[in-house]
């Protein structure tokens, strides 16, 4: 499953400009190796102890613990107990503007990734996991862990952090809907495991006649006796043509055309399936902390052909633990289960043979799946919210252990691991194997990497994209903003970046000296799933003597109404370090008074020639200093015109501090439009005696014919004079 993503080449604008500003201090690249206190890169596995009655045991220490390789105890040499708090807010939490990845080495909270498998699920199915979803949003994760939930259709796809992401991920939520086929009462039906083993086996070189009596009488011929039970569905419902008492050898020809079909449009829906689930986990290799991926699913038969094989290695990488959860819910174990409730069951035997396909065979894959990663199965259950419930508080409460891989295996070779306890009566959860990355494996195309043009997305670029967490690798800043309407009821967005340019790896010397850095700007409307992004390779220079600081630069798009959301990612191909931020937004209607996003900025623009009518300069950061004016643009939409086809507007500003002060304040005063119909004023702030803090700028703005008011709250801070520059 590829997301959707439209290259906006038309009207894009590439601003790059160096500022004056001082560096954040670097973090560390997300999909590094875990390193311990002592320095040592190691191989780490999350281990999660029960206790006889299922819940999650504390207070153990390393001597607790065995880890063994392909049966070789290891030293265990790192070591680190987790018992995270429930954190949960009241109420939901402003995201804060402009984005930023300063602190993203302290935001280590929980990742989860959330598939829902809507090809598989028959609508009723489907209520059942939105409900569960929305309970495990609502009680079980808490302030500070990353959310993503994803459908295999491809029709959802959204991540966020909790709090302030929680009702867009509900939204989200609302859109899924099962699409998979109800229980069909057609005499022709098959159940995903009759069709799979009937395409494999065919009919086992047996007589098609011999096969066909034996049907009617009763009678089980070849292995289960599968064959056999679907033929005689089809005998009492009329399906096979006889001849001088003989059933047609078309019969059996037509039957395993049928099988062929169902099992390549299953094996269809799993790989779709699989692949949705491979990306999840891929995007939480950026995650720190505990990660784990619940699949909400009826499940799918454990079949090589679908090569489940490469989600359970994006597993290993990401050390991330896989929960499958099936949503058929409470199934019967003995006699007719509803999957298989058609026709006749010639006997007892038989209806306990599709019983356990039912139960067991038909979700086996998604079991196995969930056991090599160290997680469990919820299933045979209608209680979905009481099973994410337990995997949300087995991620708080588990053990980091950390090993040196032995030498002498290849890179890929697969080392089988195990993890005991010494303790008696508790058991011990964990992955069972891992391999090594091979070296220098990022620097290629992933083979499902968008294009733009000629330029393929790095596969450390499409994990970052994937992922709600802020990453360090590359100090970043982003700031939104909703300038004019465009085409066909959207409207225009830009995304002004910066980013601090003094890590990347130049090369050269002196004047000669440059870098190169690749920015990809995706905004996804919630709504629709559908994803717009930009891409592109920047040049930074450094001439002699001057300092890389930070620089700028800006990206255009048209969006539709709604909520949406931006995620900046920038790349130093030469070190393979990474930046990483989003934000929320919400796109307005067409037609509604309202305010293009308000720049505040100490710089203005005059244009090429330097006369033209000043402009304030996009900004991504909000922080500024007392020995510079501060300049506050905004930009009035949707107008009502008066009797003489003139708009009739007014704008009154301002300043107030923290406690509620007003510092600065300028009345209502009327905005003249200009010559092509703009409302636009700039007005400038004196912030020279505002002492260090954080501000608002206040906006009211009247439309005098409609009558209507929009108010505007926009923070900023005032950074100490001794840290003159290091606010940008």
Same mark, same amino acid.
């Given at each position: 499953m590829q997301k959707a993503r439209v290259a906006t080449g038309r009207r894009r604008r590439v601003l790059v400009s160096c500022l004056a500003m001082a560096a954040f201090v670097p973090g560390v690249h997300g999909d590094q190796p875990q390193t311990f206190p002592s320095g040592v890169e190691l191989i780490t596995v999350d281990a999660v102890v029960t206790d006889a009655h299922g819940q999650p045991v504390t207070g153990l220490t390393r001597e607790d613990f065995v880890l063994k390789e392909d049966g070789v105890a290891q030293e265990i040499l790192g070591f680190q107990a987790f018992e995270l708090e429930q954190r949960s807010g009241a109420a939901e939490a402003r995201p804060a503007a402009p984005a930023s990845n300063e602190n993203a080495e302290k935001e280590a909270g929980r990742a989860f990734a959330v598939v829902v498998d809507d090809l598989g699920m028959k609508s009723s199915e489907a209520v059942t996991a939105r409900g569960a979803?929305?309970?495990?949003?609502?009680?079980?994760?808490?302030?500070?862990?990353?959310?993503?939930?994803?459908?295999?259709?491809?029709?959802?796809?959204?991540?966020?952090?909790?709090?302030e992401g929680r009702e867009d991920l509900r939204a989200v939520v609302a859109r899924i809907h099962g699409r998979g086929a109800v229980d069909s009462r057609s005499s022709d039906y098959m159940s995903d495991y009759e069709a799979h083993w009937i395409a494999e086996h065919g009919d086992s070189g047996l007589d098609p006649s011999q096969v066909a009596v034996a049907a009617g009488q009763g009678q089980e011929i070849g292995v289960n006796g599968i064959l056999e039970r679907v033929l005689s569905r089809w005998m009492e419902a009329g399906l096979c043509p006889e001849a001088g008492g003989r059933v047609m050898p078309s019969c059996l020809s037509n039957l395993r055309q049928n099988a062929q079909a169902l099992d390549s449009q299953r094996q269809d829906r799993t790989r779709a399936l699989l692949a949705v689930v491979r990306r999840s986990l891929e995007a939480l290799t950026e995650s720190r902390g505990r990660k784990a991926l619940l699949l909400l699913s009826p499940g799918f038969l454990d079949d090589t052909d679908v090569n489940a094989r490469a989600a359970l290695a994006a597993a290993r990488v990401a050390n991330a633990a896989v929960y499958f959860v099936d949503a058929r819910g409470l199934l019967a174990t003995t006699g007719l289960p509803s999957v298989a409730d058609v026709g006749t069951v010639t006997s007892t035997r038989s209806a306990g043979q599709v019983s356990m396909e039912t139960l067991q065979l038909e979700s086996a894959g998604a079991r196995t799946l969930a056991e090599e990663t160290g997680g469990f199965s919820v299933a045979n259950t209608n209680d979905l919210p009481s099973g994410l419930q337990r995997i949300s508080a087995e991620s708080r409460i588990y053990y980091l252990l950390g090993f040196r891989a032995p030498a002498g295996k290849p890179m890929d070779a697969w080392r089988k691991l195990r993890v005991e306890v010494r303790r008696p009566g508790l058991s011990v959860r964990s992955r069972r194997g891992y391999t090594l990355r091979l070296a220098g494996a990022d620097a290629k195309s992933s083979a499902r990497a968008a294009k733009t043009g000629a330029t393929a997305l790095a596969p450390a670029v499409e994990r970052a994209l994937?992922?709600?967490g802020e990453v360090a690798g590359v100090p970043l800043r982003a700031m939104t903003y909703l300038r004019e309407p465009g085409g066909k009821d959207t409207t225009r967005v830009v995304v002004?970046?910066?980013?601090?340019?003094?890590?990347?790896?130049?090369?050269?010397t002196g004047g000669g000296r440059s870098a190169h850095l690749e920015v990809t700007v995706a905004a996804s409307p919630r709504d629709t799933g559908r994803t717009v992004y930009t891409s592109e390779r920047v040049e930074v220079r450094a001439g002699p003597g001057q300092s890389a600081g930070w620089r700028a630069l800006a990206r255009e798009m048209e969006l539709p109404p709604g909520v949406a959301q931006v995620r900046v990612v920038a790349r130093d191909p030469a070190s393979g370090a990474l930046g990483a931020v989003s934000q929320r937004f919400q796109v307005p209607a067409a037609g509604v008074l309202r305010l293009a996003t308000p720049i505040l900025s100490d710089q203005v623009d005059r244009g090429a020639d330097g006369r033209g009518?000043?402009? !304030?300069t996009l900004a991504a950061h909000r922080v500024f200093q007392t020995d510079r004016p501060l300049y506050c643009e905004l930009e009035v939409f949707g107008a009502r015109a008066a009797a003489d086809g003139t708009p009739r507007v007014s704008a009154e500003i301002a300043v107030v501090a923290a406690d509620g002060t007003v510092v600065r304040h300028a009345p209502?005063?009327?905005? !003249?439009?200009?010559?092509?119909?703009r409302i636009v004023r700039l007005a400038g702030l004196d912030v020279h005696d505002l002492a260090p803090g954080s501000y608002e700028v206040v906006l009211a703005v009247r439309d005098e014919v409609a009558g209507s008011v929009v108010e505007r709250h926009e923070a900023f801070a005032i950074a100490p004079a001794s840290r003159a520059g290091s606010s940008r």
């Open positions: 979803i929305s309970s495990f949003l609502e009680h079980s994760v808490g302030d500070g862990d990353l959310v993503s939930v994803g459908s295999a259709s491809g029709e959802v796809w959204w991540s966020a952090r909790i709090p994937d992922s709600a002004a970046t910066e980013f601090d340019a003094s890590g990347l790896a130049y090369q050269g009518r000043p402009r !304030a209502p005063t009327r905005i !003249a439009a200009e010559r092509e119909g």
